[in-house]
């Protein structure tokens, strides 16, 4: 099976960093993904790393080990818009398929 | 690019009933197409896997005679819940993607509200 675990919940100020972290246990990896998913929303991608090492886009960063099951989706000058759930998934090699933690709801506060 | 479409976006019928989604890819062919199930404040649930012209591949404790699902076509892949329940009720969600490519994209959602 696939055990994909991060942080329920996690709650930073306008303009600060947060670091949200997602380590993973799965029968193959072919690339992690991060999307962000506004409540009543379908999940939109954000960024996606198949190669161990930081990505940067923008305001968001992502860093993946894979040799320690980790990765982690670094938001910089956070914006009250930026309030959402965060879902970190695990895409397997065989079959495609995506597998999801079960998502970091981060509050931005004034 | 790679957009995805879902229809209706919300939908409210009576236990008993059957009621069909689709998920559309508009601009793209999509080689599999993902159907997912989200309660609320849970994370997505794969339900099934769906690759064109073939039959769907169901997760463990997915019923696949009361979630019908047909893939016709590179951009067209329906979801029928037959005979639905107040506990089929949640945000129904699909994804499509391409052989090779780098993820899924995913549609808008579904809320279905049976009564």
């Known amino acids: 099976g696939q055990n994909i675990d991060q942080p329920t919940e996690m709650t930073a100020t306008e303009g600060a960093i947060v670091q949200i972290n997602c380590t993973y246990q799965t029968s193959g990896f072919n690339g992690l993904f991060w999307y962000q998913q506004h409540a009543g929303e379908a999940p939109t991608f954000l960024s996606y790393n198949v190669l161990d090492g930081l990505e940067e886009k923008g305001r968001f960063s992502s860093f993946l080990s894979r040799s320690k099951g980790y990765s982690y989706l670094l938001l910089k000058e956070l914006q009250m818009k930026d309030s959402a759930s965060y879902l970190c998934a695990v895409r397997t090699p065989a079959d495609y398929k995506l597998s999801f933690g079960a998502g970091t709801t981060v509050t931005v506060r004034a | 690019g790679a957009v995805v479409s879902q229809h209706p976006s919300w939908v409210i019928c009576k236990s008993g009933t059957s009621v069909k989604i689709e998920c559309r890819s508009l601009?793209?062919?999509?080689?599999?197409m993902f159907w997912y199930r989200q309660f609320p404040k849970q994370s997505l649930m794969l339900m099934a896997t769906s690759n064109e012209g073939s039959k769907a591949t169901y997760e463990q404790g997915v019923e696949k005679d009361k979630f019908l699902i047909n893939h016709a076509s590179l951009t067209l892949s329906t979801l029928t819940v037959t005979s639905a329940h107040p506990e089929d009720s949640s945000f129904y969600i699909c994804?499509?993607?391409?052989?090779?490519?780098?993820?899924?994209?995913f549609g808008p959602g579904t809320r279905l509200t049976v009564t």
């Open positions: 601009d793209f062919q999509a080689t599999t």
């Open positions: 994804s499509a993607s391409t052989r090779g490519g780098t993820g899924q994209y």
